[in-house]
């Protein structure tokens, strides 16, 4: 009778710590996860037998299947950008969205103001600027530091 019910325990113990999810990244990659919840542009994970929570941006993510019910999510869609014309494509991150992303390239310039522009009007020239530098070299995502002086640094990031 122990021995009974020493193997029920080790089967439900078993179940408790079993992968439950497997995240598809845009890149290819296949991570067999806890899934723990989704935040706005977040994903929070645990690996297997850890109770450390990992994060990862939603904009690395194609999908999460639900490997019980054999569910699957569709996370975002993939960003292609093939040119210079397809700067509008380009996604401006904040840093933390990043998290699951490779940085490639990273531009840093200065913001030109001229006579009467308003601050908005300068944001939008700056980003409107670094996002077609962006398209022309075929990264899908940027994200911009600006800092006080009217300088800026911006990090490419692709899947």
């Given at each position: 009778?122990?021995?009974?019910?020493?193997?029920?325990?080790?089967?439900?113990?078993?179940?408790?710590?079993?992968?439950?999810?497997?995240?598809?990244?845009?890149?290819?990659?296949?991570?067999?996860?806890?899934?723990?919840?989704?935040?706005?542009?977040?994903i929070y994970y645990s690996l297997n037998g850890s109770q450390e929570q990992f994060t990862i941006s939603k904009y690395a993510v194609s999908s999460l299947h639900e490997k019980a019910s054999l569910k699957s999510e569709s996370i975002s869609p993939k960003i292609v950008v093939a040119d210079k014309k397809d700067y509008?494509?380009?996604?401006?991150?904040?840093?933390?969205?990043?998290?699951?992303?490779?940085?490639?390239?990273?531009?840093?310039?200065?913001?030109?103001?001229?006579?009467?522009?308003?601050p908005l009007a300068l944001k939008e020239q700056t980003e409107r600027r670094i996002k077609t530098k962006s398209a022309d070299n075929g990264y899908p995502f940027v994200s911009i530091v600006e800092k006080p002086d009217g300088k800026y640094r911006a990090v490419a990031y692709v899947y």
């Open positions: 009778m122990k021995i009974k019910f020493l193997i029920l325990g080790i089967l439900f113990t078993s179940f408790a710590f079993s992968q439950t999810h497997q995240i598809i990244k845009h890149n290819g990659e296949q991570l067999d996860v806890n899934y723990i919840k989704q935040d706005i542009d977040l509008s494509l380009v996604k401006v991150l904040k840093p933390y969205q990043t998290i699951g992303l490779k940085e490639v390239e990273t531009f840093s310039g200065l913001s030109t103001k001229t006579k009467g522009e308003s």
